[in-house]
């Protein structure tokens, strides 16, 4: 049990850190062409690290909740597109935030599967609403 605290505040500094280094590290950039191109790195990354929760996901959760979580992902997309889009322009800062929480949220829910403890309801819910 002791080794469990020290790993869990281990993961809640980075998961700090990554927020803060989301936040602070394009600020450094003079030009506009340099921070919208840090900008972009980071909205490639975080839709990266979610791709590979959802994978990881799905290659864990059994029938029929993993063909529900397809269609689930495909309500969260349409729910960060209308949340991070204005006027044809994507909000950089919003659609990190949003991909990070909806990966959080896969990543928890494959720990839970590769645990034995696998709940289709939590893996098929809009926990964004």
Known sequence: MK???PALAF?????AAGNAYAQGECDK??????????????????????????????GVAKEP????????????????DASCENSGSINVDCNYRVN?????????RARECKAGTCRAD????????
């Open 3 to 5: 080794t469990i605290f």
């Open 11 to 15: 993961a809640l500094l980075g998961l």
């Open 29 to 58: 950039y003079r030009t506009s062409y340099d921070k919208t191109y840090c900008f972009a790195k980071l909205f490639l990354e975080s839709d990266k690290e979610l791709n590979a929760a959802y994978n990881d996901l799905r």
């Open 65 to 80: 909740a993993k063909s529900q979580l397809k269609q689930t992902q495909l309500q969260w997309i349409k729910h960060r």
């Open 100 to 108: 990070r929480e909806r990966t959080e949220y896969l990543r928890d």
């Open 122 to 129: 939590m893996i098929v819910k809009q926990s964004w609403n």
